[in-house]
């Protein structure tokens, strides 16, 4: 068995404004295995932002215990790769050199693992590309793969393809399968969708709102590739519409429209 990564333990957090206090997260207890893929789903303003938001770092207000490998966190590191819902590339620089970033391409070591990461994303060909020569997809990948760069510990991932249309989100979820399979990035991917949360993760933690709790844990026992159209994916699919039944004042949009 993986030894766990990542534990949060009994994590709360409040939001202070002049209309008073907003109790945003109360009570989440998780732990993460080294190589797990999660996904996190739940109605908007459950607090699934602030929740990555706080294992990443760069959140410390809060009450509870949040450790990467037994260690607290208490704020932003490169054991913690981040990747927003845009890609915030370096308009200036090019695909390689935005893989780099703050690192010297002159560097052989460096040139090479660049390489690697160029080809596990699938950019052969665009190495000396700018932002803005890229299609949306292309720069979430140049983005995977500057934050893998860094070899971090978790990779932490919100709603990366929630901007993408409908083909190009399907064919970053295989590209982000295939990265996961190759290199066991543990990763937490926050989502709407509950079609991209079952055909990614291991284990789907779903989030009720106002404060956002864990509703539910539901293990995604499904063999890769996963095909939405199987049987087995619908049953799952159910499954875990079923949970949301539970939620109050349901407001999530996965692929379907439900």
């Known amino acids: 068995m993986s030894a766990v990564l990542l534990e949060i333990n ?8 002049a209309k008073g206090s907003v109790h945003a997260l ?9 190589g797990e893929f999660i996904t996190v789903i739940g109605p908007s303003g459950c607090g699934k932002s602030t929740l990555l938001r706080i294992v990443a770092g760069l959140d410390t207000g ?4 949040v450790k990467l490998q037994g260690r607290t966190v208490d704020g932003p590191g490169i054991d913690k790769g981040f ?16 893989i780099a970033a703050d690192l010297s391409l002159k560097d052989p070591e460096i040139r090479r693992k660049v390489a690697e990461l160029i080809e596990l994303v699938k950019l052969q060909g665009f190495e000396k590309s700018y932002p803005r020569e890229l299609s949306g997809g292309m720069a979430q990948r140049v983005a995977i793969a500057r934050a893998l760069l860094r070899q971090p510990k978790v990779l932490l991932l919100d709603e990366p393809f929630g901007a993408l249309d409908a083909f190009t989100r399907a064919h970053m979820q295989e590209v982000l399968i295939d990265i996961w399979q190759k290199n066991r990035t ?16 291991n284990r789907i933690v779903i989030l009720k709102p106002r404060p956002g709790e864990i ?12 095909k939405k159209s199987s049987v087995s994916f ?8 079923n949970a949301f039944e539970k939620v109050d004042e349901l407001e999530l949009v996965d692929s379907s429209g439900i």
């Open 234 to 241: 619908q049953e799952m699919r159910f499954k875990v519409l």
């Open 26 to 34: 109360r009570h989440i207890d998780l732990h993460v295995n080294e």
């Open 62 to 65: 809060y009450d509870g215990s």
């Open 215 to 226: 509703r539910e844990i539901v293990p995604v026992d499904l063999p890769f590739p996963r």
């Open 186 to 201: 543990t990763m937490i991917f926050v989502t709407h969708d509950i079609d991209e949360a079952i055909y990614l993760g």
């Open 83 to 98: 990747i927003f819902q845009e890609p915030r590339l370096f308009p200036w620089l090019t695909v390689e050199k935005n």
């Open 10 to 17: 009994r994590l709360n957090k409040t939001f202070e404004s």
